[in-house]
């Protein structure tokens, strides 16, 4: 895959860690910055102990409602199967298809064996207003979000982060240099 700066952000909130992207450079992500994203995720989350299972995330699941904006994410699963990439991913799809078991039965055929742990956004708009949301009703952590990609390490740290999550943001930067 191409190599990209973006930002990754981990949620951990009812006993799960969910990885987002990108949550800090790109303002709107084309199919082929999804896909490389989704790969460099993919191998920042195992990297840290996490089987990944990608979600790329949009308004719209495998092609219902169809709106232009889905096709995007569409086609970067698309350049996901070309690439035969060797972790689990799927979509286009909701949120809650992509954290909802009881939800996803309504699509037997979505390759995801669990809950999606890292989520591809399909915007900043949408990934900035997802964490901000979880951190403000939630009740969970926000973690970055941690520049990725870059050849040395680096984060963004928001206002209000606690010595313990600069920590842990420090620990998770140092695995992004690698």
Do not use: W
């Not at 949620?11 to 800090?24: C, E, P």
């Not at 920042?44 to 299972?53: C, D, F, I, Y």
């Not at 964490?131 to 970055?144: K, M």
């Amino acid at each position: 895959p191409n190599h990209h700066v973006f930002g990754l952000s981990l949620v951990m909130s009812r006993g799960q860690t969910l990885f987002v992207a990108d949550t800090a450079v790109h303002e709107v992500l084309s199919a082929l910055q999804m896909a490389d994203i989704a790969e460099q995720a993919a191998k920042v989350a195992r990297s840290l102990g996490h089987e990944p299972r990608v979600a790329l995330i949009s308004y719209s699941n495998f092609g219902h409602p169809a709106l232009p904006r889905a096709e995007v994410v569409r086609d970067a699963v698309k350049l996901l199967d070309e690439r035969q990439v060797g972790f689990e991913y799927e979509g286009e799809m909701t949120i809650e298809v992509a954290l909802n078991e009881e939800i996803k039965r309504n699509y037997p055929f979505c390759r995801l064996t669990g809950p999606a742990n890292v989520l591809i956004m399909p915007s900043l708009l949408t990934s900035q207003v997802s964490t901000q949301l979880l951190l403000e009703e939630g009740g969970g952590t926000v973690l970055g979000p941690v520049l990725m990609g870059l050849s040395k390490p680096a984060q963004i740290v928001p206002m209000g982060t606690t010595v313990s999550d600069m920590v842990n943001m420090t620990a998770l930067a140092a695995q992004g240099a690698n």
